[in-house]
Nanobody
Framework: QVQLVESGGGLVQAGGSLRLSCAAS????????MGWYRQSRGKQRDLVAV???????TYGDSVKGRFTISRDNAENTVYLQMTSLKPEDTAVYYC?????????WGQGTQVTVSS
């Protein structure tokens, strides 16, 4: 069974930093494009960042220059380093794995940025 387990969310002041982690099942991680998405209350789930198996990255416009996605294939983990956080970054952040034709989701981790 595929599992994605997120950690690292919490409460931080504006301008601060957080690092999110997502540990994935070994059998899919190395063959998956990994990503982070976020959803604020009452809004749709939006792309934050994705990283391909080859290390190519794509970022949502609102986080470019502030967030960095990376992956550690030895640890089957994808990270999201978030800096210069803003109150509008407040959301539930979800880890995603795209493996072949299937998309898997983690349970989400809350990030709250206070002003």
């Amino acid at each position: 069974q595929v599992q994605l387990v997120e950690s690292g969310g919490g409460l931080v002041q504006a301008g601060g930093s957080l690092r999110l982690s997502c540990a994935a099942s070994e059998d899919i991680f190395r063959s998956s494009t990994m990503g982070w998405y976020r959803q604020s209350r009452g809004k749709q789930r939006d792309l934050v960042a994705v990283i391909t198996t080859g290390g190519g990255t794509t970022y949502g416009d609102s986080v470019k220059g502030r967030f960095t996605i990376s992956r550690d294939n030895a640890e089957n983990t994808v990270y999201l380093q978030m800096t210069s956080l803003k109150p509008e970054d407040t959301a539930v952040y979800y880890c995603n794995a795209r493996y072949r034709i299937t998309s898997y989701w983690g349970q989400g981790t809350q990030v709250t940025v206070s002003s």
